[in-house]
T-cell receptor, first 114, second 114 residues
Framework: GENVEQHPSTLSVQEGDSAVIKCTYS??????FPWYKQELGKRPQLIID?????GEKKDQRIAVTLNKTAKHFSLHITETQPEDSAVYFC?????????????FGKGTKLSVKP | DAGVIQSPRHEVTEMGQEVTLRCKPI?????LFWYRQTMMRGLELLIY????????DSGMPEDRFSAKMPNASFSTLKIQPSEPRDSAVYFC????????????FGPGTRLTVT
């Protein structure tokens, strides 16, 4: 089945700086890569996703890049703000198991210092 | 749409008691997932259903855990008997088959077993 590794586990940046979180996956058949944001005490929420037919996708201050050859994808947050502080999870489909479920990374706790 | 609905939001119970968590998926979604989240183990998939049928329950920790989905709008996760190590936040999520990997999470149930 799929294996997803996420780095770093914690990340601290100054407000206004950029933040980058990276994930690697093992199954070359994977074709969908979402990112979830979980604020303290809240539910994980889908913030952006990318499918394997594109290499980059942007939505305002966040972007996701995908390198299928190297089997890794990254979340980029520019001009970080205190409200970006949260735990971010990457995920990939578990084709090795039954279709429909995702394998999640362990999460990255991002702290944005004002 | 109201989103995924879970109840109760908080549950405190004594060891040995039966606990039942409830979930109503987003209308029209035909995949339903139960996750458990702890600091130590992160976000773990327990079981998921497609069209009310359990597809993969390999994440269910032991026989004390059971899940049902009697119809398209309701699912339960039951723990009997509960133990202190079951203390966690339990999330329910749902997705639509057409874009089956876009999962939407409920607010979670914080379970404390004393």
């Amino acid at each position: 089945g799929e294996n997803v590794e996420q780095h770093p586990s914690t990340l601290s940046v100054q407000e206004g700086d950029s933040a980058v979180i990276k994930c690697t996956y093992s199954d070359s058949a994977s074709n969908y890569f979402p990112w979830y944001k979980q604020e303290l005490g809240k539910r994980p929420q889908l913030i952006i996703d990318i499918r394997s037919n594109v290499g980059e996708k942007k939505d305002q201050r966040i972007a996701v890049t995908l390198n299928k050859t190297a089997k890794h994808f990254s979340l980029h947050i520019t001009e970080t703000q205190p409200e970006d502080s949260a735990v971010y999870f990457c995920a990939a489909p578990n084709y090795g198991g039954s279709q429909g479920n995702l394998i999640f990374g362990k999460g990255t706790k991002l702290s944005v210092k004002p | 749409d109201a989103g995924v609905i879970q109840s109760p939001r908080h549950e405190v119970t004594e060891m040995g008691q039966e606990v039942t968590l409830r979930c109503k998926p987003i209308s029209g979604h035909d995949y339903l997932f139960w996750y458990r989240q702890t600091m130590m183990r992160g976000l773990e998939l327990l079981i998921y259903f497609n069209n009310n049928v359990p597809i993969d329950d390999s994440g269910m920790p032991e026989d004390r855990f059971s899940a049902k989905m009697p119809n398209a709008s309701f699912s339960t996760l039951k723990i009997q008997p509960s133990e202190p190590r079951d203390s966690a936040v339990y999330f329910c999520a749902s997705s639509l088959a057409v874009s089956s990997y876009e999962q939407y999470f409920g607010p979670g149930t914080r379970l404390t077993v004393t």
